[in-house]
Structure formats: structure tokens, C-alpha cells
């Protein structure tokens, strides 16, 4: 195994940090990661080819991100930090109810400022679009419900009632269908993307946070943070076929893009921080490596070739990379404090 090398980095960016990266003497991966970093109010960018990590102080504290489908947008949710606040991880605090989150929309290419400011629902936690690109849709967890945005005209086209505390969420490989961890109810909403209605509320287990659905559509894994363990839904029956034991509290999920694996990342608590990855094998639905990263995994992503996994520590403050291939941490990027949700652009 190559050793890593360190390489001291200065952001020019408009909150200037010095950022220590450790990257592998191999090829780095190309393409862009960006990252929500809860504890300081910035939103971070990394450009995997060179580990330049550039860091930008944004007007909410965002807690997702998301680039649009073709790569031209990043959408950050979150709140002020006056209204911000959470309890443990994976569940954000109930705020008044006159506290109104706010969708952020970026060009990718100048994070100073955002081009659009949009009302997002009471205490928004994750943003997703449509393939299209042309609809956001943001879980407004106070509210039990979605917020759906038109993007282009930057309007709020309606609300979608969920199960309680809506949480993370994704759409279906075809676009049909959205899937909505709900977080107090133990439940996952499965809804229509066309006519915007729930359709089902599918019983999961303790204290669903995240949904990945497998390439091929027929599964969708769900994180079950109070239970160390996955659920595993089958699309068809919309019923819980099986769960996998995990690490402690895990958080989000991602699979890779050959259906071969799903990558999970384990946060802990406050009071006792994880820092592993688990790499469930598909086929088998069973654990079959677990990657040690940093303190408070919690968001995941991979990239378009599915050769590298990128996980936030929330309380490292770092972003680790995981070659698929070997399973090892092959680098480790420091963004701004307290990394949460995670997003991959490609070149």
C-alpha cells in the first residue's frame, strides 16, 4: 500500500483556513466534493484532483447539499444560526413555529453568493431534485411534510404531508417514486413524483434517517439509527424483507453504481462517537468489510465510476476518501467544522 502524503493547502476563499490533506501517492480520483458544515455556518468544495479544499461562509447553517443532475447548481438547506439547533444525531431539534428554513441555490463555479434565496418549509434537513433537475424537493421536518420548489421560476410549488419528522430522502432510479425516512413515526413515505401525494407509509423499524435505493430499483435500504441495523424494503411489495447488523447509529447510505455494494456510515453519539464505515454486500445483504474513517460518520456519497466513497466526520471535520477496490482510506480532506451533508460533482 502506498504511504500517505501530506500536503499543507491555503483556501482562497472568503473564509480563509488552512487545510491539511492526506492523499495517497496514487491517481487521485477527478471531480468535485462538496460538503455542510454545521458547526461554523460554511459550505466546503474540494477538487479531488488537486485537494484543494476552498471553504465559504453562507448566510444559513446549511445541513444538506445537493448538485443539480447536470452540474451546473449546488443547493444547500438549512436555517439561521439564531434558529438552528439539534438534539442528537440524525434528528434536529423542533424550533417555534416561526422558524422558516431556506433553500440556498449556488452557480457551482462562484459559492461567495447565492443566486436564489427560497423559503424551504419549518426546519428543513435534506434536499433532493428530479432527474430533470427541474423540481427540488427538501424535507420540512417541523412541518411533517415536503416542500416541492420549481428551480427555474424559484417558486414553492406546494407541500406534500409525510409521516413525523421527515428526514432524509430519495427519489427511485426511474423518477417515479420518492421515498422519505421518517424519523419519529418509524416509517418510510413512499411518494408520487407526478401527482405529488403519498401513496404508502411503509413500517421500517427505530428511528429511520436515510434511504438508497439499489441501481437496478428493486430495493431501498434504510438507515435505522436506534436500532444498529439497515432495513431492506422490496419496491415491488413495498414491505421490509430483511435488516442488516451495522455499527452504532448509522446515518447515511449510498450504493455504488455496479449494485455490488452499499456503504454505510455510523456516527455513534455525542457522548460516544463512531468512526465506521460498513460496506454491505449486496448480493449476500450481509456486512462484508468495515472501514474505520474519523470521529461522527455520518454523510456518504460515491463517485460516478463507483472507485471512491467520500464520508463526512462530523467531529473530525474531515473528509475521508475509501478506495472500493482495496477498502482503504486512501485520503483524508479537513474542511470547515462540523461536516454533515455531502454531495459528489464530476468534471
Known amino acids: 500500500m502506498n ?5 499543507t493547502i491555503c483556501c482562497a476563499s472568503a473564509l480563509a483556513l488552512m487545510m491539511t490533506t492526506e492523499i495517497s501517492s496514487a491517481a487521485p480520483p477527478g471531480g468535485f466534493i462538496y460538503t455542510a458544515n454545521e458547526r461554523d455556518a460554511s459550505i466546503s468544495e474540494i477538487t479531488l484532483q488537486t485537494g484543494l479544499v476552498r471553504t465559504f461562509k453562507s448566510s444559513i447553517v446549511a445541513h444538506n447539499v445537493q448538485v443539480t443532475p447536470d452540474g451546473a447548481f449546488l443547493l444547500a438547506v438549512g436555517m439561521s444560526a439564531e434558529n438552528h439547533g439539534h438534539d442528537q444525531p440524525g434528528a434536529q431539534a423542533m424550533q417555534p413555529d416561526s422558524d ?3 433553500l440556498l441555490i449556488f452557480d457551482v463555479h462562484h459559492l461567495e453568493q447565492p443566486i436564489a434565496t427560497l423559503a424551504s418549509g419549518k426546519h428543513p434537513a435534506h434536499v433532493v431534485t428530479d432527474r430533470e433537475g427541474q423540481r427540488a424537493f427538501v424535507t420540512s421536518s417541523e412541518e411533517n411534510a415536503i416542500t416541492v420548489l420549481d428551480l427555474a421560476r424559484r417558486t414553492v410549488i406546494g407541500k406534500t404531508v409525510t409521516g413525523v419528522s421527515p428526514y432524509g ?7 417515479r417514486e420518492l421515498y422519505v425516512a421518517n424519523v419519529k413515526d418509524g416509517s418510510v413515505s413512499v411518494v408520487d413524483m407526478t401527482t405529488l401525494k403519498a401513496v404508502a407509509r411503509i413500517a421500517v423499524g427505530k428511528a429511520p434517517v436515510q434511504v438508497a ?3 437496478d430499483g428493486r430495493q431501498a435500504y434504510v438507515s435505522l439509527r436506534d436500532e444498529n441495523k439497515v432495513a431492506v424494503i422490496d419496491v415491488a411489495t413495498r414491505r421490509v424483507i430483511g435488516k442488516v447488523d451495522v455499527a452504532r447509529n448509522p446515518i447515511q447510505l449510498y450504493a455504488t453504481p455496479d449494485g455490488k455494494t452499499m456503504y454505510v456510515a455510523n456516527q455513534g453519539s455525542e457522548k460516544a462517537w463512531d468512526n465506521k464505515v460498513s460496506a454491505i454486500d449486496l448480493a449476500r445483504r450481509k456486512v462484508n468489510t468495515t472501514v474505520t474513517t474519523g470521529p461522527g460518520a455520518h454523510g456518504v456519497v460515491v463517485d460516478d465510476g463507483g472507485k471512491t466513497v467520500f464520508i463526512t466526520n462530523i467531529e473530525a471535520g474531515t473528509v475521508p476518501a475509501i478506495d472500493t477496490k482495496s477498502q482503504r482510506v486512501t485520503a483524508t480532506y479537513s474542511v470547515g467544522a462540523g461536516p454533515n451533508g455531502i454531495s459528489y460533482r464530476g468534471n
Open 169 to 175: 430522502l430519495r427519489p427511485s432510479p426511474d423518477g
Open 3 to 7: 504511504k500517505p502524503i501530506k500536503k
Open 100 to 102: 422558516e428554513g431556506t
Open 213 to 215: 435505493f439499489t441501481p
